[in-house]
């Protein structure tokens, strides 16, 4: 992963009944030139994970756990190939 972020401000968005999701918008798909599934690093309010961008009903989202949510509260989200 290059050393490369991209900042964006979001809200969680409930995917079912104990799923959530970060919406993802496609300028920031094209900023992380990755395609459009790019393996980033997350951090929500300090807490940060790897993952990759998915495509849930043809959303780009990053997946938030429950375990995650725990550990993290906040609508500020950086996402970094």
Do not use: C, Q, W
Request: charged share 20%; net charge positive.
């Amino acid at each position: 992963m290059s050393g490369k972020h991209v900042e964006f401000k979001t809200e969680l968005t409930r995917t079912g009944t104990n799923t959530t999701g970060i919406i993802v918008p496609p300028d920031v798909i094209a900023e992380l030139e990755g395609g459009g599934r790019p393996p980033v690093v997350v951090t929500v309010n300090g807490y940060r994970y790897r993952t990759t961008v998915g495509v849930m009903r043809g959303t780009a989202m990053l997946p938030f756990s429950a375990a995650n949510r725990a550990d993290a509260s906040s609508n500020r989200v950086v996402a970094a190939p």
